[in-house]
C-alpha cells in the first residue's frame, strides 16, 4: 500500500512500460495533484503493481518524464516537439497540476491571466510567452513568472508584491511613469529590465542579482538593502530626482556610463557594499552640478572610478575609495 510510505522512502514506477525512480516526498510535494493523492499517506487510492514491484501507471511515459522534473525542480520545461508538449499539456491536466498546465500555454491573453489567478492560490506561469500582454492595473500579488518572456509587456500600475521574475525577460517591458511599482518580496534574480521605462521603481529589499538593467530609463529608485549583486546598469538614464541605494549589496556591479539626469539628481549609496563595482565613464547631464553621489560610509574596495569626475562623488568614510578622495 502506498499509504505505509514515508516521505523518505524510495519508489519505483512503472509508467507506460518505461520505469521512473523517485522519492515519495516528490510525488506528494503537490497536495492537490493525483499524484499526491494516489500516495498519500491514507492510502484511499489504489494503485496496482506489476511483477516487479513496481507502481503501475497506465500514462505516457514521455510526458511523465518531463512531469517528474517538474515535481522535483518547480521550473517548466517545455518540450520542443508541438505533439510532446500537447501531450505533456494533456498529462499536467490530468495529474490534477493546474500551474503546470499553465505554465504550457503557448501564449497568454490577459482575460486568462485573469482567470487562471483567481481559480489558483498562487499563480505560477513558469516560461510562458507573455510578449506584449496588457496586465496593466491587474493585482499580481505573489504571482510567479520565472523564466517568462515578458517583452514589451505592460505592468503599468500593476500590484506586483512578493511577485517571482526569475530569470525572466522584461526587455523593453512599459512600467507606469508616476506610480512607483512595488516589488517588495519580489525575486528578480536574473531577471532583465533592458531599455525598460521603469518610471519610479521600489526594489526596497528585494533580491535582484544578476539582473539587467542596461539603458533603462528610471525616474525614481527606492533600493534600500537591496541585493543586486552581479547586476548591470550600463548606460542607464537616471531621470532627476531621489534614488535610494543605501546599504544595499552591489558587489560586482556594474554602472559603467550611467547617464546622470538633471540637477535635482541625488543618488544616496551610504552604507552600501560596493566590492569591484564599475563607475567607470558616468556621464554628467547638461545642468549636473554639485555632488551626486553619496557614498558615504560604503565599501567600495577594488571599485573602478576611471574616466569618471569624481567631484559628482562625496566619499566621507568609504573603504577603498580613489585615492584622491581619501
Request: proline share 2%; net charge negative.
Amino acid at each position: 500500500m502506498a499509504g505505509s510510505l514515508s516521505d523518505a522512502d524510495w519508489v519505483t514506477l512503472n509508467v507506460g512500460g518505461r520505469r521512473f525512480g523517485t522519492l515519495v516526498g516528490t510525488l506528494r510535494s503537490h497536495h492537490e495533484s493525483l499524484l499526491a493523492r494516489m500516495f498519500a499517506e491514507d492510502g484511499q487510492l489504489p494503485l496496482g503493481r506489476d511483477a516487479d514491484g513496481c507502481f503501475v501507471l497506465d500514462r505516457d511515459a514521455t510526458a511523465f518524464s518531463f512531469l517528474l522534473n517538474y515535481l522535483r525542480t518547480g521550473k517548466v520545461v517545455r518540450p520542443d516537439n508541438r505533439a510532446e508538449l500537447e501531450a505533456l499539456r494533456i498529462e499536467a491536466e490530468y495529474f490534477a497540476l493546474p500551474d503546470l498546465a499553465a505554465g504550457l500555454q503557448a501564449e497568454f491573453s490577459r482575460s486568462e491571466v485573469v482567470r487562471l489567478h483567481a481559480s489558483v492560490d498562487r499563480l505560477k506561469l513558469g516560461g510562458a510567452s507573455l510578449v506584449g500582454i496588457d496586465m496593466s492595473g491587474l493585482s499580481l500579488f505573489g504571482c510567479v513568472f520565472d523564466h517568462c518572456d515578458l517583452t514589451g509587456a505592460s505592468v503599468a500600475d500593476a500590484v506586483l508584491n512578493s511577485c517571482s521574475f526569475n530569470k525572466a525577460r522584461l526587455t523593453s517591458a512599459v512600467f507606469d511613469r508616476d506610480v512607483m511599482p512595488c516589488l517588495t518580496g519580489s525575486n528578480l534574480d536574473g531577471a532583465s529590465f533592458m531599455s525598460c521605462n521603469l518610471g519610479s521603481v521600489n526594489l526596497r529589499g528585494v533580491s535582484a542579482r544578476g539582473c539587467c538593467f542596461d539603458h533603462a530609463l528610471v525616474g525614481r529608485t527606492e533600493a534600500e538593502g537591496a541585493m543586486l549583486d552581479n547586476s548591470t546598469f550600463r548606460s542607464i538614464q537616471f531621470g532627476s530626482n531621489h534614488h535610494n541605494f543605501r546599504n544595499a549589496q552591489l558587489n560586482n556591479v556594474d554602472f559603467s556610463n550611467a547617464r546622470l539626469g538633471a540637477d535635482r539628481l541625488f543618488a544616496d549609496f551610504s552604507g552600501a557594499v560596493a566590492r569591484s563595482a564599475n563607475f567607470s565613464g558616468v556621464i554628467r547631464g547638461p545642468r549636473t552640478m554639485g555632488v551626486k553621489f553619496k557614498m558615504k560610509g560604503a565599501d567600495l574596495t577594488g571599485a573602478d572610478f576611471s574616466n569618471t569626475d569624481l567631484t559628482l562623488f562625496d566619499f566621507t568614510d568609504a573603504v577603498g575609495a580613489p585615492a584622491t578622495q581619501q
